[in-house]
């Protein structure tokens, strides 16, 4: 089960979370971190580097001391340092009110050189990989790397861009996507829709009109836009 579902509706903390993309002779790469086993919270899990916003991390406002947050969780769980003014804001998500744990989550974008040293800790985060973001994609889908919505949606919204140029010239003309998903269950599928899907407020899936959402089954979830 990747996501622990509850009744009773708990209140979203502040999360930071870095997207940190490089290039390669591959092409647009983008880190991925594997939670440990042992963890009680999304155990072996893959992510991107990220975690709770601290009283202590700097900054005014909600956005900068996520920012700050998300270059020192980045630093704690790759080894990575990047200084945090470079962390572009990329989104925003708040975990459904039917999930037990709710974070209320910055993601920041942010890119390094193609040899830059990863060094985890081998507790809770055990393994690494650098990968195109569409190979993700479709390792994901063949059920070889578990994740949650947030970061299959987040590498699909990057995976057509061939370098850190070219996604850095998008991202120029992009806006902050925020998403606060409407949860519907279906048998032993789970549907998170999103701002511009037809059923976001109404809930009801027989709706037509334009479709903005991730579907789950199994463990396996699937990012769908159209109109």
């Known amino acids: 089960m990747v996501l622990d579902f509850s009744d009773e509706v708990s209140e ?9 993309v490089r290039d390669s002779a591959a092409g647009l790469q983008v880190l991925l971190l594997k939670r440990s086993d042992a963890l009680k919270h999304m155990p072996g899990l893959w992510v991107f580097p990220g975690g709770k916003v601290e009283a202590t991390d700097p900054g005014v406002g909600e956005l900068e ?7 020192r969780e980045l630093q704690e769980e790759s080894g990575i340092a990047l200084d945090p003014e470079v962390l572009q804001p990329f989104s925003h998500w708040l975990t459904p009110v039917v ?9 920041f974008l942010g890119d390094v050189a193609g040899d830059q040293l990863v060094q985890v800790d081998g507790s809770e985060i055990v393994e690494h990989r650098w990968l195109s973001p569409s190979s993700a994609v479709a390792l994901h889908h063949a059920g070889n790397l578990p994740m949650t919505p947030p970061t299959l949606v987040s590498l699909h919204v990057i995976e057509d861009n061939v370098d850190v140029a070219s996604l850095s010239a998008a991202m120029q003309h992009r806006s ?3 998403f606060f998903p409407n949860v519907v269950r279906e048998d032993d599928r789970m549907v998170f829709l999103y701002e511009g899907d037809v059923a976001y407020e109404s809930g009801n899936l027989g709706d037509q009109g334009p479709v903005h959402r991730t ?11 159209a109109g």
């Open 12 to 20: 979203a903390r502040p999360a930071a979370t870095a997207i940190v």
């Open 176 to 178: 902050v996507q925020r």
């Open 65 to 71: 001391q996520a920012r700050y947050a998300a270059a």
């Open 99 to 107: 999930v037990s744990r709710r974070f209320a989550t910055w993601f």
């Open 215 to 225: 579907t789950g089954q199994r463990g396996i979830f699937r990012y769908h836009v």
